[in-house]
Structures are given as C-alpha cells and as structure tokens.
C-alpha cells in the first residue's frame, strides 16, 4: 500500500506471519528499507525491535494454542516456525514469563 509508511508494513507482515520464522533481512527488503534502518524505524515508532515484536506474536500464538487446543508443546513449536522444542520454550519464557507448560496447566 502506497500511503502505508514502510515501518507499518513491516509491521503488517509481522502480523500476517506471526506463525511462520520471520528473517529481518527478508523483511526489511519486503519493505525496501536496509535492516539497520528498518529497526531504528520500527523500534522509534513501536518501542522494539522488529524480531522482538515477531517473537511477541509468535508467543501470543502459542498462548492462544496453548490455551484452546490439546496440541503438545512440540506441535505448537513446530506449527509456529521454531526450529525445536527448546528454543520455543525458551523463547516463550522470556516473553511471557512463565514456561508453555506452565501456562498450559494454568490455561
């Protein structure tokens, strides 16, 4: 979208790709921007990195799973672009502040 600053189209895919691993390059190339000048932009106008706010959703992702299916961990792990069980789960953690399963039990 023409009248759509590039900083909130970056954000927009983030949105739209939320479950799917996410590479700043890529992204900032999407939104013809070179990556250093993306996360200045994004971080000025969002207070995070453009890969911190990914991670946000990506976990809010997993939250929402976690909370309304019977999917494992190692599902929603892999259903979300995590390349294995531990790197979600330590991701999650410093996001949400509490581990999957943790959340789960609670869900």
Do not use: W
């Not at 250093?36 to 959703?57: I, N």
């Amino acid at each position: 979208d023409a009248n759509v600053s590039p900083v909130d189209q970056a954000r927009r895919l983030i949105d739209r790709q939320a479950a799917t691993a996410l590479c700043l390059n890529d992204l900032a190339r999407h939104v013809q921007l070179s990556p250093a000048h993306l996360c200045r932009q994004f971080k000025a106008r969002f207070d995070q990195s453009p890969m911190a706010y990914h991670q946000s959703q990506r976990v809010l992702a997993a939250q929402r799973l976690l909370s309304t299916t019977t999917l494992s961990c190692k599902e929603i792990a892999i259903n979300l672009g995590f390349s294995d069980v531990y790197t979600f789960s330590k991701a999650f953690k410093r996001v949400a502040g509490v581990a999957p399963i943790q959340f789960k039990r609670k869900a």
